[in-house]
Each structure stands twice: as structure tokens, then as C-alpha cells.
């Protein structure tokens, strides 16, 4: 491409025009963060408000009855299974994603607890919250963390896996790089080693085709708040396989997850399938503002859904990559240039400067982030690209503002190393 | 008192009464459930909107920083502990109450592990949510839960602790009967005998003098939407005791309670203090109209504060037991006459028809709500009054319409007896 006429061009013949509409995107704003935090959708602020004046206000306690608060968890739950390849009935929405990755890693490692496999096994690079929680069960069920620098080759994987290995515990697409996984493959080296699978969905789940089912995964969790556009900490979702949802009685054993959460009894006797993996009472705002968001990914059903939504997310990143590569320069590309490799972001390195880079760009209304490198990685980039309201004229014009920043060594000034408490 | 008039001259010279204004309490409604869910504050709609539309619509990402909401949970915590004796950075919102209570009893169990200590001792009317969890966490840590009839008495509770009670967790307020603890003297009792304490404040913060420092507490959790009005489901708190803080990593370790969660280290390090007691990222939304829940409770200190509100309360829920006998008759009180182990709540009982009554009484614009008995404890009709917006008037009311109610046995008819799903 070689003009910002060309990507006018793309966005005058994207089917999935339409779709941006369903939010509220900043006049003059290009935001490459929806990874990060999606962007707001048109509905959310109309249903918060029903949700506050109307069902609290007026319908008061009343409205666990009268306005479904009761059935949140499960009917936004059944609306996220359908973006993630999972049935009705066996996903809810829940607590942090934290909280219900140590429901899962928690009930993974209590099935193998007959066995002599002792070892969780994950990424060096995975989000840190997913290794912190895999420390601590580790620590708590006397077990071995092994952290792996690259599991995305399954052969190799199966190699690394042996008869100790209890989970396997994964991110589909890596925050920092952006890199995609092959799930299927993956979860077959780690049944083939008779190991369960642990699968967070944060940056894949309505931005990639995730299909737990057809990969027989064993576990799922995912934030509401990436691709699902639900808000700022919206509430998490816990999926699990029905032959293992019975299996186990995860340890946040809250009445939420009893089989008569209004029967006040003294024991806990959890519901059947994956209710049980409800905790304490959710909240009804948030859960109900996170159904706005999952709708604006059901609604791209209409145009084609996940396999349209995917087509054009690659056409963007691969658009930006080649753009940085052929009009900046300077810049490592961190994330796969395969399509078959890649999520829906483009994460760039460069020796020095990363984060000022990215404030000088967020001050010209271009919006990515900042992510620290460790343990030999370096800082990144990162530009997420959402399908549903990314257009290709943002990821032309987002690039020739990286151009200028680098062109004019704007970057450099001070202003724009001064660390904000989150970056 | 015998007149509906006498009422309303208590209204009139009610130096609270102002509070109410806080409030958008429905036309022709008489709320008595707000130990269930608090009524919606003014404020509420407003600052929902700014968050969702302001806050997450424009400033995106940008808000982490520039609208202080990677503060929040401190910020409205510490808010929160100025209702319950508690100091500025002791205490976090984060989570549920039973996601809480798992990190603390987790965190009181583990303090005791180097003695002999392997029992959990609780009451056995402890609202249920308490008792799983601690089922969970005895299960996890080989301990026993001892479960006592009655912990009200010091000297008694005193006898039945000995060299193996590793924690006391009791409710401060009981759900069923209203009953009031007297913290002080318990927590003395189980300091007495070697043990650690975590108290629930869910029916007694905001309602009732809660001073978690002049009793020596250890740990305390909450919940946000009964008399602290955050909405439903709303975030929960956790408050540790300085001086056990820092002394143990709770285990659900999510990046929002590290040291450095923006440095995306491999291994996690536990912030300093209350804050590594929050887990993963938090719903921004429910903590910010939590907040202005708080904020009515704060409201009441330019009129005097909690011992104004305590004595109205008092008074609303002796009024309310005398009407009942007087007027009405045929119920049990459960609830303690004496004021100094009375909550903000009546429970009343009855053989039969309790279920029924409370729905006959909600038809006529009564609400309060149903607590099943279980273990020999009867069904139980509780009446909850919150001293920000009940008037004495509303406590006549809806005696009265208690009163017909019974004298027409409308609550025989079939429509009342259908069970809905949350009671």
C-alpha cells in the first residue's frame, strides 16, 4: 500500500463497516489498545443507566426475580460461549480472571492428585497474574512450576512433557508479542502426556477463533474487558469441559455455587456442572454492562462472523507491519508475520525508547502501550487492532504518526519519559 | 406509642431526616431490606454515567491514570474504614465477601501453622457463605470447623477455645436474628486463648458502631450493597490488622496486589501492607458507584455521625418489636430485645406462612424478605431499617399493613406461597 487513499479504499469496501457504529469511538482518536481495553459500546451507557435507575432503583431487591439479575452470570455466560466454541450451560461469568484461574489450575491439579504428577507447566512469557496464581497453587498442592522460554512448537512441547506433568497452562495469544498458538494441537501433546489443559482466552476470545470444544481442552478462563468490550475490570468467565465440571468442587466454595443458594444450609453441597464455579454474590452492573460489549461481537454474526472478523483483523496487522517496516524503520516486529501465527495485535522493539515512543504517540492521538520487557525480553509496543471498529485508514495514519515521532526525534523529550503508575 | 401521628411528630424532629434527600427511595414504597440491598443514592446514576461515558467512553485506556482508577480500591477503602474503626491504607475493596473471607481465613490459618492449632471455630447460624468457604479452607488445611450454637457470651465462648482453635470467625451481626456481638470482648476471648480473629461486617458497617482497632481485630471483610448502598452485588473490602499485614502472601495472588504490577515480573512479590490482598483488576464501574454509596454513610457524620444514626436505628427496630406485639401479635421476635445486642434489623417468626406473609406484605408495598430456617431454626420474616432513609412513619406503615395482612389471611391465598427463585 502505498497511499492513505488505498486504506480509504479498503474501509469504503469492509463488509464489517457497519459495526464501528455500535460504539462510541473519541472524534479524532486512533486507538490501538482494545487489547488492553476495548473501546465503549453505544448500548452500555443506556443499560447501565437501566440498570441503576430502573432495576436498583426502583425494582430494588425485587429485581433479582423481576429483572434476571439472579441468571447474569449464566445468560451472559451461554452469550460468551458462543465466541469461545463452547456449549449453553457450560461457561459463567465470574469473579477476575485471576480468581478464576486459581478455581481452575486449583481443580486441574486435584485430578491428578492420584497420580504422581506434580508439575504445572506454562510460559516464561505468559501474563505474570496467570504465573503468580500458578506459583501460588503450586506452592499450595506441593508442586512444581516449570516454565517453558517457547511452547508454540507441539512437537517440541511433547518432548517437554513427560508422566510428571499435571497441566498445561497457556494463553492462546501472548500479551506481549502478540503470538498465536495452535490450541488444538497443544492440548493433544498435553493429553498424549496425560496432562489436563488450562487455557486463558484474555487476548483471543472475540478477536480470534477459539474453539475449546472441537480442541477438547480441559480449562478456560478470559477478562471481559479485552475484545469483549465490557468495561474497565469487567467481570471474568470460567469455562469448563462437562466431563470435568462435576469432577471437583473448586476451593471458593461461595453460595453462589451451591446447588440451593437459597436454602440456607450449613453444608455446601455444589451445584451441578458449572454453576459450582460461582463464589460470592457478582455484580449485577458490571455482568450487565459486559453483555453490551459481548453483543457487539455477537452482532458481527450477521456479517459473517468470527471468520470475517479474523480476516480483517490479519489484513490490519499485517497492513501495520508493513507500513512500519517500509515507511519507518528501526523497529524489531515482535510478533509473528505469519497469519496463522498471529493475534490481533503488532508489538514492535527497539533498543531505546519504547515507552517514550508510546507517550509521544498517545500525545498526537494515537493510542498503543507500553509493556516492560524481563528476563531478556525486550520493551514493547504494542498496537491491538479490534475488527469490529478498527479501520484501515487508523492503522495508515497511526503509522505516518510514528514516522514523524521517529522523523523528528519529538520522542526524545523529557515530558515524555515521565513514568505514569500505570503504563 | 399509639397513633400514626406519634410517628410522624418522631419524623419531624428526626435530626437525620435530611439524609433521606440522598436517597431516591420509589413513591409509596416501604423499603425494610436494606440489610439485604441498599436503596439506590442519588449520586449513583450520575457518576455511573461519568464512568461510562467520561471516564471509559473518551478517556479509554488513559483513565487508569488520569481518573485515579488504579486508586480506587485504596481510595474507597479507605473511606470505608472510617466506618469501621479502621485507619487510612488498612483496607482495600477487592473482590466478594467470600473471595475475602478465603484470603484471610487462608492468611489466619496460615499465621497459626507453626503450633498445633488445626481448628476453625464458628457459629452455626453464621450466614452460609461464611461456612463454606471455611469448610473449604479446613479441607485445604487439614483443619477441623467446630461450629457453636451460640458464641454470644464471652465467658462461655471462652470455655469452648482451647490450645487447638487456630481462628474465631463470626458475623458481627447475624442475618437470621439481628443478634449483635459484642467484638471487643469475643476477640479478648480468643486472644485469650491463642487464637486469631476474622469478623464479617456485612450486616453491621454502616448500621452499627464497628471499631475494628479498639477491639484488636485481626482480619475483617464486608460486602458493599446492604447498608453500605454500593448497588447489588457490589465490591466487597478486606481489612488486615498492621501488624499481620505484611506477615503472609495470600493465595490468590493476582498482579494488582504485587509490588510492581506495571513491572510484568515472572515471579510475584507481594506489595507492602492491605494491598497485596487485592487480586486481579478490579470492576472500575461497581467501585466507583460503591463509592457513592459510601459516601451516604459518610454524609451522616456533619449530623452527628454513627452514634446519631445507632440511636435512630435503635429506636426504629425497638418501635418496630413493640408495634408488633402490640398491634399485631402471634409472631416470635427473634430479634434481641436489648438494644446493646440488637443490629438494624427485626426478625420475626411464626409456624407457618412466613414465606407467604413476606410476599402478601410486598404486594401491599412492604419489602422486607425470607430467610429459610434450617437445623431447627425456624423460617424467619426479617425487617431491616437503615437510619439514612427509614422514617418512623414507615416502621407504623408497614406494621400496620402487617397487622391487615394477618386479620384478613390474604397471606393464605395460593399466589403467595409460589416460590420464585430468589427468596
Known amino acids: 500500500m502505498s497511499t492513505r487513499e488505498d486504506a480509504l479504499a479498503l474501509d469504503a469496501a469492509d463488509p464489517l463497516a457497519p459495526l464501528r457504529d455500535l460504539f462510541e469511538v473519541p472524534e479524532g482518536l486512533i486507538y490501538l489498545d482494545g487489547n488492553s481495553l476495548g473501546t465503549l459500546p453505544r448500548a452500555a451507557a443506556a443499560r447501565a443507566q437501566q440498570v441503576v435507575a430502573e432495576e436498583w432503583g426502583r425494582g430494588l431487591i425485587s429485581s433479582w426475580n423481576s429483572a434476571g439479575w439472579i441468571d447474569l452470570p449464566r445468560r451472559v455466560g451461554d452469550k460468551i460461549a458462543r465466541l469461545v466454541g463452547a456449549g449453553p450451560g457450560e461457561l459463567v461469568v465470574a469473579d477476575s480472571t485471576s480468581v478464576n484461574l486459581y478455581k481452575v489450575l486449583s481443580a486441574a491439579v486435584a485430578l491428578q492428585r492420584t497420580s504422581t504428577r506434580r508439575v504445572i507447566v506454562s510460559e516464561r512469557s505468559n501474563f505474570p497474574t496467570d504465573l503468580y496464581i500458578a506459583q501460588s497453587v503450586a506452592r499450595e498442592h506441593d508442586c512444581e512450576l516449570l516454565l517453558l522460554e517457547d511452547p508454540a512448537d507441539p512437537d517440541e512441547l511433547a518432548r517437554q512433557l513427560d508422566e510428571r506433568t499435571a497441566v498445561l497452562m497457556l494463553t492462546q495469544v501472548n500479551y506481549r508479542t502478540g503470538r498465536l498458538l495452535d490450541m488444538a494441537a497443544l492440548t493433544d501433546a498435553a493429553h498424549a502426556a496425560g496432562a489436563l489443559t488450562v487455557w486463558d482466552l484474555c487476548h483471543s476470545a472475540g ?27 469487567a467481570p471474568a468467565y470460567v469455562w469448563v469441559h462437562p466431563r470435568h465440571a462435576d469432577r471437583f468442587s473448586q476451593p471458593l466454595s461461595g453460595w453462589m455455587g451451591h446447588a440451593e443458594p437459597f436454602a440456607f444450609t450449613t453444608d455446601y453441597r455444589p451445584a451441578p456442572g458449572i454453576a459450582r464455579y460461582l463464589s460470592g454474590t457478582p455484580s449485577v452492573l458490571a455482568t450487565a454492562v459486559l453483555e453490551c460489549g459481548v453483543d457487539t461481537v455477537l452482532a458481527a454474526e450477521a456479517y459473517g462472523g468470527m471468520p470475517v472478523l479474523r480476516e480483517k483483523s490479519l489484513a490490519l496487522t ?106
Chains 1, 2 share one sequence.
Open 318 to 423: 499485517r497492513l501495520f507491519a508493513d507500513l512500519v517496516e517500509q515507511r519507518v524503520g528501526g523497529f524489531g516486529i515482535e510478533s509473528p508475520r505469519e497469519d496463522a501465527l498471529r493475534g490481533s495485535q503488532v508489538c514492535l522493539s527497539r533498543p531505546e525508547g519504547a515507552y517514550a515512543i508510546v507517550q509521544a504517540l498517545i500525545a498526537r492521538g494515537v493510542v498503543g502501550d507500553f509493556r516492560a520487557g524481563d528476563a531478556g525480553a525486550p520493551d514493547i509496543l504494542r498496537f491491538g487492532v479490534t475488527p469490529l471498529y478498527t479501520r484501515f485508514v487508523d492503522v495508515w495514519d497511526a503509522v505516518e504518526q510514528l514516522r514523524q515521532v521517529m522523523a523528528s526525534e519529538e520522542w526524545r523529550e523529557e515530558r515524555f519519559h515521565e513514568r505514569q503508575a500505570v503504563t
Open 207 to 233: 478477536a480470534v477463533p477459539v474453539d475449546l470444544t472441537a480442541a477438547g481442552a480441559d480449562f478456560a478462563v478470559g477478562c471481559g474487558y479485552k475484545f469483549l468490550n465490557g468495561g474497565p475490570g
